[in-house]
């Protein structure tokens, strides 16, 4: 593929930048459109990004609709049928300057005077459009093959609330239309998976900006499925030493400042809240209450390893534009847990906690994940806690642990916590960017800080390390996971409605009844759906709201020979047998946690 560089020199473009080169030049080729259906359009920033483009536009007061982005979008195909050619230039700083004055773009305008004096101010010109950017470009618009526009939606100028908020118009392009079509699919797959779309449909959780924006409301069926998330990771804990506690959502502003997290992460927490005299906030995370807990007696050795688990509500104050359903909230909560113990159990209760996870992830049927020993950057000196001697022993300690059980892990710098660094377990979604499920954060930090003590064998006082571990992460983004894994089809013990009962007609609702007490009886979530309505209405509602398992379709044969005809999830066909055992087979499921 030919390009142009901002001298005018024209070359080849080398095979890894070519994707870069095209969503730049399709930025321009979009903007270009816009100005020719909107003149009075004032452009800001229009950069490639990892999957397609964007352009921040000031359009005054005019909102556009999904017809105008259609429209934009046909304009772009006028224009690279039109093949017009990109054009370089370069311009001294008065030149540049005038030139966006007379061109009214006051944003360009403004641009420069942010540049450097040496700055080589270059432009791009394609038929009327000009644009003050580095390059390099496609030569000739049709050379953009395959392009669409996806959306649109605002962003601040120079990411500033202070100043005036911009429409930002986002699009993809790729150098084939198979490449444009396998990303339609992948968007098509997104949707069907969509944790928010299939919440609301299966009548999960809600949101309401009268609430407040990233604050989820669990209904009572998402409840259910959130609860039986809770039960079993603190059955898990319970048989492996752990014991929970229940600590309060709010935090003294000196507790944080002891901490640490008031320095290093006031910036994602709530303001703070005057209360007679002090200052309270919402907290972010849990270490601080369980470090008062370990520190509420005297401790010896042998009581250690202590093990601190709770479902802990948590907040945090996520911009409005990275909230995402319940999986990136500002309230969410975290399958936590905090390890007190010696050095030399270090490397013991680092195993538990990874056996555990992994235990857990053979239980959810997850394998697509990989491992991360997040380190800390040394050059960054404000988001890290000061201490090379304690972060040098913190990431021996950790990596010589993994190292010693054999876990695969790649390393990362500047992932680590403020106070230790971590192991990160990352999953990889069906559709989307992998994300941190697991993690397991070593700690010499904190308990130093809060002057935390046990009593060692040889009866002189020791400061324990901590282990920060959390096995589902947050329930919350848990749940979406799994709803987005199972498209809202949950394994039977975890699924809200497991049975659903469907009488065929009015003259056999009397025997379901009797199926529907013998199952509840057994403590199996069943509904009847009784309705004077049409079966296959019934059967394609059930399948829709609520994803059962298996429905039980009762007419009368059925009710004649006291059996039930069994619809198993997914399939059309009906398997006849008793009650008893159809009972019996959803119980062993439901103990086995098949998935």
């Not at 892990?409 to 971590?422: L, S, V």
Request: glycine share 6%; charged share 30%.
């Amino acid at each position: 593929m030919k390009i142009i560089y901002n001298d005018g020199k024209v070359g080849e473009c080398p095979v890894e930048e070519e994707q870069h080169v095209l969503r730049h030049s399709a930025a321009h080729i979009m903007a270009q459109a816009i100005q020719r259906l909107y003149p009075e359009a004032d452009f800001a920033y229009g950069p490639a990004t990892e999957r397609g483009f964007y352009y921040d536009v000031d359009l005054g007061t005019r909102k556009l609709s999904d017809e105008d982005l259609k429209a934009i979008e046909d304009e772009m195909r006028k224009i690279v049928k039109e093949n017009i050619p990109f054009k370089s230039f370069i311009l001294p700083r008065d030149e540049a300057v005038k030139l966006m004055k007379e061109r009214h773009a006051k944003y360009k305008e403004e641009h420069i005077g942010d540049l450097p004096d040496d700055a080589v101010i270059s432009f791009y010109q394609q038929g009327d459009y000009i644009d003050m950017c580095i390059g390099p470009h496609i030569t000739y618009t049709k050379a953009l093959k395959a392009f669409k526009i996806t959306q649109q939606g605002g962003a601040y100028w120079k990411n500033d609330a202070k100043n005036k908020m911009l429409t930002r118009i986002n699009g993809v392009a790729f150098a084939t239309q198979d490449e444009l079509k396998e990303y339609e699919r992948q968007v098509e797959e997104a949707y069907a998976r969509d944790h928010r779309r299939i919440g609301k449909e299966m009548r999960l959780f809600m949101t309401d900006d009268l609430v407040g924006k990233g604050l989820p409301m669990f209904l009572p069926k998402g409840y259910i499925v959130w609860q039986e998330l809770e039960e079993y990771i603190k059955e898990k804990e319970r048989k492996l030493g752990y014991e929970h506690v229940m600590t309060p959502c709010v935090g003294t502003v000196a507790l944080y400042q002891t901490s640490g997290h008031w320095e290093h992460y006031k910036e994602n927490m709530f303001p703070a809240m005057e209360v007679e005299g002090e200052s309270f906030v919402l907290r972010p995370m849990n270490c601080p209450h369980h470090m008062m807990i370990y520190a509420n007696k005297p401790h010896s050795y042998r009581e250690l390893p202590i093990r601190i688990g709770e479902i802990a509500h948590d907040f945090r104050f996520e911009p409005s534009g990275t909230l995402k359903g319940i999986e990136r909230g500002r309230h969410f909560c975290q399958n936590d847990a905090h390890l007190f113990v010696t050095p030399d159990q270090i490397k013991e209760e680092i195993k538990r906690v990874v056996d555990l996870i992994f235990d857990a992830y053979n239980d959810f049927g997850i394998t697509d994940y990989r491992c991360v020993l997040s380190l800390r950057d040394p050059e960054d000196k404000v988001k890290y806690h000061h201490d090379d001697v304690m972060w040098d022993k913190a990431e021996t300690a950790l990596r010589e642990a993994l190292n010693d059980l054999n876990i695969e892990y790649t390393e990362e710098i500047g992932e680590a916590a403020f106070y230790g660094p971590k192991l990160d377990v990352n999953v990889k979604p069906a559709v989307g960017a992998e994300y941190t499920l697991s993690t397991c954060q070593l700690d010499f930090c904190l308990p130093a800080k809060f002057d935390l003590k046990y009593v060692d064998t040889d009866g002189t006082e020791k400061t324990p390390v901590v282990l920060h571990r959390a096995i589902l992460g947050s329930l919350d983004r848990f749940m979406a996971y799994i709803i987005e894994e199972t498209k809202g089809k949950f394994p039977t013990w975890l699924a809200p409605v497991q049975v659903k009962i469907l009488p065929v007609s009015a003259k056999t609702k009397e025997y379901a009844t009797k199926v529907y007490e013998a199952i509840n009886a057994k403590g199996i979530r069943v509904q009847l759906d009784d309705r004077d309505e049409k079966l296959g209405y019934k059967i394609r509602e059930a399948q829709q709201i609520d994803r059962p398992p298996y429905m039980l379709i009762l007419g009368l044969k059925e009710a004649e020979d006291g059996t039930v005809s069994v619809r198993t999830r997914g399939t059309t066909e009906n398997v006849v047998m008793a009650l008893d055992e159809f009972i019996k087979m959803i119980q062993e499921e439901i103990r086995t946690k098949k998935h």
